[in-house]
């Protein structure tokens, strides 16, 4: 199996993902991913939606994940004989976007799990003088980063970036005691000290 990274929104795909893609047998993926790729897929695609068992897949098949597949996504399914094509994450588009260098970076998720982790996680982080990007919970966002923030005495920039790639994507700063607001639920967030 060939685990392909399709990037965080539209128009961020490599070229070596879209080499891979364009010459597959077989795509699999979310919606979402195979809409990200869809100008490139010349066979059919097969949308899925538990990859628990993607090794029961051909050796040959191509399977789409959001982002990069090694961060949150479907990279960790990979098994010794599998490819990974990297793409586009959210943590490149973000730095970017605010200005961050990544060597002072620590990435945290807490998408699709208990959000404790990454609380505790957080505090770690931030004890260390770091600067975290943080896949948010729905329980766990840029209220109770702030929350973490006040609690550690901390003064620092939150932001928020949703819909990346797409025409409504929306970047947004804020503060300790004023953190942004995010209007989608498909948004990351970063903690700029």
């Known amino acids: 199996m060939i685990i ?21 047998p077989v795509v699999y993926g979310s919606e979402r991913a ?19 068992n993607l090794h029961l ?9 959001t982002g990069d597949p090694m ?3 479907l990279g960790k399914f990979a ?21 961050v260098e990544m060597s002072n970076l620590a990435m945290i998720t ?17 004890s260390l003088g770091k600067n975290v990007f943080l896949l948010p919970a729905d329980s ?8 973490v923030l006040k609690e550690m005495g901390i003064d620092a920039r939150i932001c928020i970036y949703e819909d990346i790639g797409y025409p409504h994507e929306r970047a ?3 503060t300790v005691d004023e953190p942004p607001l995010n209007r989608s639920d498909v948004y990351c967030l970063m903690v700029v000290m």
């Not at 807490?110 to 931030?126: N, T, V």
């Not at 766990?140 to 929350?147: D, L, S």
């Open 57 to 65: 897949l051909p050796a040959d098949a191509v399977v789409l994940s």
């Open 79 to 99: 098994g010794d004989h599998d490819r990974v094509v990297t793409g586009v994450s959210s943590i490149q588009a973000s730095c970017a976007r605010f200005h």
């Open 140 to 147: 766990f966002g840029p209220a109770e980063v702030a929350g």
């Open 110 to 126: 807490a998408h699709g799990r208990d959000p404790a982790p990454a609380r505790e996680a957080l505090i770690r982080e931030l």
């Open 4 to 24: 392909v990274g399709v990037g965080v929104g539209p128009k961020m795909l490599t070229q070596e993902a879209i080499e891979v893609i364009s010459a597959a």
């Open 34 to 52: 195979i809409e990200l790729a869809r100008d490139h897929i010349n066979c059919e695609a097969h949308p899925i939606k538990s990859f628990k």
């Open 71 to 73: 961060f949150s996504g």
């Open 172 to 174: 947004v700063v804020g």
